[in-house]
């Protein structure tokens, strides 16, 4: 369960977030989708404790993301908008440094990380230093590292941006698996055929403000629009920024 | 605070860094370089200053002077004919000095007029100083002694031209002397302490920001103090190795210095090398934390490593200070971090007694300094700013 109760963030006179409130689900996946700009990744920066909102507060599982810090990072997974690897180290060992941070140690770790790359399809590059892999491939190396303590609330920024076909199918079959073990799952994007295909819940985010929300069907009726596309522009106000 | 997180970054740190080229350069860099320089250095030191073998001197109209040339002869001074051009020779180092006798010089000899003698040096050049001085002391010997016979032909003492017999009496036991070229040793594991951790002090936060992997770092429920003492603690050992292997290997070089011909004697044996490694430790963490600390806060990877450059010059200078002007150890120069280590370090490779103190309050503030470091690091990386730069 993750919680925004109108989060206000200014860097400077820019006002990035303007009173965001959204609860996502356990269960469910939670779009956040919005034009570029709009503060979707300032919304993840406060939900992953990293910021400290202005004003409104954010939680996970009842737990305050800033008061609350390691407890909350414990119980949550994060793909960041920033998913930088370390080069020398491999892909097993990348992965296996979040999970001892994370206190996991040993067989079961092992079996874990093992478990996340037959997932995502890596098998055969765990062990090769990461030096060299591609934009899917390290992509899928931090997805791995943001699983691999099984984390029940789990957020990605932009997870399928420089993917390919194929990639990006195994990134949406990880994401429904996640929703149907019971995790809670935000993800933002601005592209919104994605948002479409797989959220249960929709949160348009414009201008640093939440401009709609709820189920396709429910942003459809609100909007009066049948078509989804037309529904975003309509909430929006401009289909500028959006794909 | 959890001493299970510390491991894993630290070790994390460590093979990162030890499969890195760049980090194993800087730290293994002054430990193959500086003993280098320690030989090559005493070599030419000894050259210089050779106190044996004659001296070359060519001379301008030898044939005036038969008795001083005969003289000077004697004197283990290997008079040479006159080159071409006496003073280009003089400035170009083809020959240390040159002597010019006058056509008068005879004349004003044999009437007990001062026969004057000029003699071309140098003084901008180093190289033929110590030859400079040995032709020189012959030319007043002569002098000396032929002053002494006039006077004896009169029927004086000689003894009444020289109102006082100043002796110079050296108190510095060859020990003392040897500490002052020695003291190039300590510099270089100064330096060591300061290169060897540098390039993971950067890699590890400021090449961590823009690798793009200090958020995704800092999603972890870690504490930032255990995070930023993990690296510390692996900055550290670079460091440390590279002052360790420092010592090993200059203590190698001082047995190849050919320190006999310089007239040292220096006793630098296993128990001053262990004294030094005592003492200069507490540096490795001290210039770790400062490191990390300063790259943190730099903008860039590159930015990171410019001030890092520079803050490797900062122990140098009492190093170098202390190299032309030793001084002893006065009570408050312990209190000062890197000062206080030196000082306590000349005195070990002097000789001197160290009391534990000496050895235990520079360690103590060393290392309190460097955990403040480390604490405002953490504190920095709790920063929205420093987090995602801008």
Known sequence: MIRANSLHKCFGKKV??????????????????????AGKTTTLRMLSTLIAPDRGHADVDGLDCQRDREQVLGRLGVLPDARGL??????????RYFGQLHDLDGEALEREIDRLFTLLDMGELADRRVHGFSQGERVKVAIARTLVHGPRNVMLDEPTNGLDVMSTRTMREVIRRLRDQGCCVV????????????CDEIVVVARGTVVARGAPDELRELTGKQDLEDAFVAAIGTDEGLH | MSWRHIRVVFLKELTDALRDRRSLFSALILPLVGPLLVVVMFRFLAEQNATTGPVPLPVVGAEY?????????????????????????VRSGLAPAVLIIEP???????????????????????????KVRRAKRALDAFGAQTGAMRLLARGLDPQISRPVAVTEVDLATPQQLAANVLNVIPMFVMMAAFIGGMYVATDSTAGERERGSLEPLLGNPVSRTSMVLGKWLATAALSGASLLLTLVTAGMALGLAPLDDLGIEVSFGVSEALRVALVMLPVALLAAGVQLLVATFARSFREAQTYLSVLTLAPMMPGMW??????????????????????????????????????LLPAVLA????????????????????????
Request: net charge negative.
């Open chain 2, 322 to 359: 202390l190299t032309v002007a030793p001084m002893d150890a006065a009570p408050w120069t312990f209190a000062v971090p890197i000062l206080g280590q030196q000082v306590v370090l000349m005195d070990v490779i002097r000789g001197n007694p160290v009391g534990l103190l000496g050895y």
């Open chain 1, 187 to 198: 993800f933002s994007s601005h592209v919104m055929q994605e948002v479409a295909a797989l």
């Open chain 2, 65 to 89: 002077a038969p008795g001083l040339i005969e003289f000077l002869r004697s004197n283990d001074v290997d008079i040479q004919p006159a080159p071409e051009d006496p003073e280009q020779a």
């Open chain 1, 16 to 37: 990035a977030v303007d009173d965001v409130s959204f609860a996502a689900a356990d269960g469910r996946i939670t779009g956040l989708l919005g034009p570029n700009g």
């Open chain 2, 367 to 390: 290392l309190a300094f460097a955990l403040v470091c480390v604490r405002v690091t953490a504190w920095l990386l709790g920063r929205e700013k420093i987090i995602f730069g801008g």
């Open chain 2, 104 to 130: 008068d010089y005879e004349n004003r000899f044999r009437e007990a007029r001062p026969a004057k003698l000029e003699l071309l040096v140098d003084n901008s050049r180093n190289d033929g100083r110590a």
């Open chain 1, 86 to 95: 370390y080069p020398r180290l491999t892909a097993r060992e990348n992965v």
